[in-house]
């Protein structure tokens, strides 16, 4: 790999902008990019101040042998866990969440290797809908194979989302954990059924909420039968 392409990769792997560098560097743009490209290379003062700001070594942006060995592994622990940190605060809640649960179960994968790790749950045959609706019928289920996390543990049943008025939090294709019980709290996220309609949706007095903007709320008629079927704890990890 050339100066020009790690040089590139470093400053893409901090998220700055070739503009915003070359202002940090109090350089041209022009001037950056002929370094990018390969056709100049900066002193070795320039140099120096470049890993400085991206935390990388001098001797990786140079093609120093020792370094050109690991070039993916060119940012030290210290640097590259902060990289991560700095990734994982930009994400909005729902993001951090989903991190979160992954991490769990790889954490606990990694560190009880021996123990059994795969639950077995009723899962739906028809999908319930985050758009328009769909029929759902508790005597077509089937069983999935899911990864054991504690929210899985608390899970009755799991069902898959058809559509995506439930973004970001719920994407359409997701399998969702659900516990079954009548009610849920105002601002919860169940899993309803309105006039033989299956939803999963935000409960609100008076109102079923899509997460999605473009998509309306439901807004149920004093003649719907409108039942909450159970709790969305979580999405489901499958099996492989």
């Known amino acids: 790999m050339t100066f020009g392409k790690r040089l590139i990769k470093a400053r893409e792997n901090k998220g700055y902008k070739q503009n915003q560098f070359a202002e940090m560097l109090k350089i041209t743009a022009t001037r950056l990019n002929y370094w990018e490209k390969d056709k100049r290379e900066p002193d070795v003062a320039m140099i120096?101040?470049?890993?400085?700001?991206?935390e990388v070594s001098s001797d990786w942006l140079i093609g120093?042998?020792?370094y050109s060995k690991s070039s993916?592994?060119?940012l030290l622990n210290n640097d590259n866990e902060k990289f991560l940190l700095k990734k994982y605060r930009s994400l909005d809640k729902y993001g951090q969440e989903a991190v979160e649960k992954v991490l769990d179960v790889e954490?606990?994968?990694?560190?009880?290797?021996?123990?059994?790790s795969i639950l077995e749950l009723p899962i739906s045959e028809l999908?319930?809908?985050?758009?328009?609706?769909?029929?759902?019928?508790?005597e077509r289920f089937d069983t999935i194979r899911i990864i054991d996390t504690p929210e899985a543990r608390k899970a009755d049943i799991v069902i898959e989302v058809d559509g995506?008025?439930?973004?970001?939090?719920?994407?359409?294709?997701?399998?969702?954990l659900v516990r079954l019980q009548p009610a849920v709290e105002v601002g919860e996220i169940g899993i309803f059924t309105m006039d033989n309609q299956g939803y999963i949706k935000q409960y609100a007095d008076d109102r079923l909420i899509s997460l999605n903007p473009d998509y309306d709320d439901i807004y149920p008629s004093e003649y719907s039968d409108t039942r909450c079927i159970g709790k969305v704890i979580g999405k489901a990890i499958e099996a492989e």
């Open 127 to 138: 999908k319930v809908s985050a758009g328009v609706g769909e029929w759902l019928d508790y």
């Open 48 to 54: 120096k101040k470049i890993s400085s700001l991206l």
């Open 64 to 66: 120093n042998d020792e």
């Open 107 to 116: 954490y606990e994968r990694c560190t009880n290797p021996n123990e059994a």
């Open 164 to 176: 995506d008025s439930m973004e970001p939090k719920f994407n359409d294709g997701d399998k969702v």
């Open 72 to 74: 993916n592994n060119f």
